[in-house]
């Protein structure tokens, strides 16, 4: 079954604890994206990722780091997690670029206290 | 920058009820313009993909048509299971490759 998938699904953490949030595909897609979700603020994206080894910034990256080492996977690290990084986050591939239908993740929620 | 504006946030229909959901947007050179469903708790899922202008695209009781400045989802005959919120995005020539999304607009849909 083509998927992405994140995980974990669920995370409460600590001020300044470094967590890495995964995710993977399976459809051999070049572009894999991430995203947060914010009451009000809707969807915006964090890094993108054209394709191994290359990645770029989206709307919001401060706070954040990414890796794209293998074209399968593409883990969001948050270096010193703070409480506004408290959200929604979802993962997403796309075939060519985000010019193409993208293929979204469950979503990972959260918590940073 | 792109922009893009869902209206009305919410939306509340009987069953079998038509209606419209729009989204305004404004882009340098239109890429892209995608609709997703997201249904509480799980990710967006693809509608569909509009490239021009006048092109127009159906699924099952839905229909999304585009403007060189707008597109909407038309929703025909709605059942409660369309309910859920429904998200506009653009892919611009001088975005790069970001996907720049709507704040969406939430249909409820009541038998």
């Known amino acids: 079954e083509a998927q992405v998938t994140q995980n974990p699904r669920y995370l409460i953490t600590v001020t300044g604890k470094k967590l890495t949030v995964t995710c993977s595909q399976n459809?051999?897609?070049?572009?894999m994206s991430w995203y947060r979700q914010d009451p009000g603020l809707g969807l915006r994206q964090i890094y993108y990722s054209m394709n191994v080894e290359v990645t770029d910034k989206g709307d919001v990256p401060e706070g954040y780091k990414v890796s794209r080492k293998e074209k399968r996977n593409f883990p969001l690290i948050l270096e010193s997690p703070s409480p506004n990084q408290t959200s929604l986050y979802f993962c997403a591939s796309s075939l060519y670029g985000s010019g193409t239908e993208a293929f979204f993740g469950q979503g990972t929620r959260l918590t940073v206290v | 920058e792109d922009q893009v504006t869902q209206s009305p946030e919410a939306l509340r229909l009987q069953e079998g009820e038509s209606s419209s959901l729009n989204c305004s947007y404004t882009?340098?050179?239109?890429?892209?313009l995608f609709w997703y469903r997201q249904d509480p708790g799980k990710g967006p899922e693809f509608l569909f993909t509009l490239y021009s202008a006048g092109e127009e695209k159906e699924k099952e009781r839905l229909k999304a048509t585009l403007t060189k400045k707008e597109s909407f989802l038309h929703i025909t005959a709605p059942k409660p299971e369309d309910s859920a919120t429904y998200l506009c995005a653009v892919c611009g020539n001088n975005a790069g490759n970001m996907l720049t999304f709507g704040g969406g607009t939430r249909l409820m849909v009541k038998p």
């Open positions: 459809m051999n897609h070049e572009y």
């Open positions: 882009v340098s050179g239109l890429r892209g």
